[in-house]
C-alpha cells in the first residue's frame, strides 16, 4: 500500500486516514489514488469511520455500495467490528484495482458483501455466485486470536479473510475465460470433486503428510478450489507486503531497480521472490520485539508455481468475457 500527499499542507497520509496533521477533514478517492478534501464524502463516515469519498449519484463510497447486507448494529460491538470489517475490504479492493480489478476499468459483476454479526448463531464466512459473506466477529482480536489456536492456523487476520474469500469471487470471474478451467485443473486439481466430502474429510482426518511440499498451508489441501483461494490471498499478502515496504522508504540489493513498483511487475517469480526475502527480514525484526512472524509460510516449488499462475491470471486484469 502506498503513503498518499497530504492535500490540506505538508506531510504524508496512510491509506485509513480521516483527517490531516492539521485537522483538516480528507477522504480517499480510489479512482485517483489520492486523498482530497472537495469531494462528497461517503455517507458511512459517520456510521463507521469510512474514508473514501462517494461513488457519485449515490451517498455511499464504491466499497461501501457492494454491503447489501449490514450487520444489526443495535448488537453489542456491531459497530466496532463492523468498521474494522469495512476498513480491512477497502484495503483489499484497492490493492486489487491496481490490476483493474473492481474498479472504473472493470465491467463484469462486481462482488457483493454480506457482512453479519455472529450473536448466538456462528456465521459461516464463504463465496457463492459473487456474494461474500463474512463474520465481523473475527475483527475481534480475542475471538481471531482463540478461532487461531482452535484451528492451529499460523496467520488469521481480517485482511487475510478478505482476500481468501475475494479470491473465490476472482475463480468465479475466471472460469468462464477461455483456458483457464483446463490450466487451473491441471495445476490444483478438479474443482468439481464433491466439496464437502472433501471439506469433512480434511476436519477428520487433517492434511495430507508432507502437505508443505505441495501447498501453502493445511487448508489449501482439503480442495483445489481452497488451494486457490489460499494460494491466491498468499500472492496478494506478498504483492503488498513488497509495494508496502518500498512504499515507507526501505529498500533492498534484491530490487530490480530502484524505482521498482511490485504492482506493475509482469514477472511473477520475481516478484514473490523479493517479497519473500522481505518477510524473511522482517521476521527477525518481529522476534525482536517477541511478536509472531510477519509472513510464517514456507514457498515450495509447486506452491510457487501456483502463485506463478494466480498472477499470470490477475495481472492482466478483467478480460474477455467480463462485460
Not at 490531516?20 to 485517483?32: H, I, L, N, Q
Not at 511440499?213 to 498468499?234: F, K, M, N, V
Not at 506478498?238 to 530490487?255: K, M, Y
Not at 511478536?291 to 501456483?306: C, E, G
Request: negative net charge; hydrophobic residues 40%.
Amino acid at each position: 500500500m502506498h503513503l498518499f500527499a497530504n492535500p490540506a499542507g505538508p506531510g504524508t497520509l496512510f491509506f485509513d486516514n480521516l483527517v490531516s496533521p492539521e485537522g483538516v477533514d480528507v477522504a480517499y478517492d480510489p479512482a485517483t489514488q489520492s486523498f482530497v478534501t472537495d469531494a462528497p464524502f461517503c455517507a458511512n463516515r459517520e456510521v463507521i469511520g469510512c474514508n473514501w469519498i462517494a461513488a457519485g449519484p449515490g451517498p455511499l463510497c464504491d466499497a461501501c455500495a457492494m454491503t447489501a447486507m449490514a450487520p444489526d448494529t443495535s448488537m453489542p460491538d456491531a459497530v466496532a467490528n463492523w468498521a474494522k470489517t469495512e476498513a480491512a475490504k477497502r484495503w483489499v479492493l484497492d490493492n486489487l484495482r491496481r490490476w483493474g480489478w473492481c474498479g472504473l476499468r472493470d465491467t463484469g459483476p462486481a462482488p457483493v458483501f454480506h457482512m453479519l454479526a455472529e450473536g448466538r448463531k456462528p456465521v459461516v464466512m464463504g463465496h457463492a455466485d459473487g456474494v461474500v459473506t463474512i463474520s465481523i466477529e473475527e475483527s475481534d482480536p480475542v475471538i481471531r486470536a482463540e478461532r487461531r489456536e482452535a484451528l492451529d492456523e499460523r496467520f488469521r487476520t481480517m485482511i487475510g479473510h478478505m482476500r481468501h474469500e475475494i479470491a473465490h469471487y476472482l475463480w468465479w470471474r475466471l472460469s468462464i475465460e477461455p483456458g483457464f478451467l483446463d490450466a487451473f485443473r491441471k495445476l490444483f486439481g478438479d474443482e468439481r470433486a464433491d466439496y464437502g466430502e472433501a471439506l469433512e474429510r480434511h476436519y477428520g482426518e487433517g492434511p495430507p503428510d508432507n502437505w508443505w511440499d505441495s501447498y501453502l498451508t493445511p487448508y489449501a489441501s482439503a480442495h483445489p478450489h481452497e488451494d486457490w483461494a489460499e494460494t491466491t490471498a498468499h500472492l496478494l499478502h506478498l504483492v503488498d507486503i513488497a509495494d508496502s515496504f518500498l512504499a515507507a522508504g526501505l529498500s533492498t540489493p534484491q530490487l530490480p531497480v530502484p524505482d521498482w513498483q511490485p504492482y506493475e511487475e509482469p514477472e511473477a517469480a520475481k516478484v514473490t521472490s523479493i517479497a519473500a526475502e522481505i518477510a524473511i527480514g522482517i521476521n527477525h525484526v518481529n522476534r525482536s520485539m517477541g511478536l509472531q512472524d510477519l509472513y510464517p509460510f514456507v514457498l515450495s516449488d509447486p506452491a510457487r508455481q501456483k502463485l506463478d499462475f494466480v498472477h499470470d491470471w490477475l495481472f492482466r486484469g478483467p478480460i474477455r468475457g467480463q462485460g
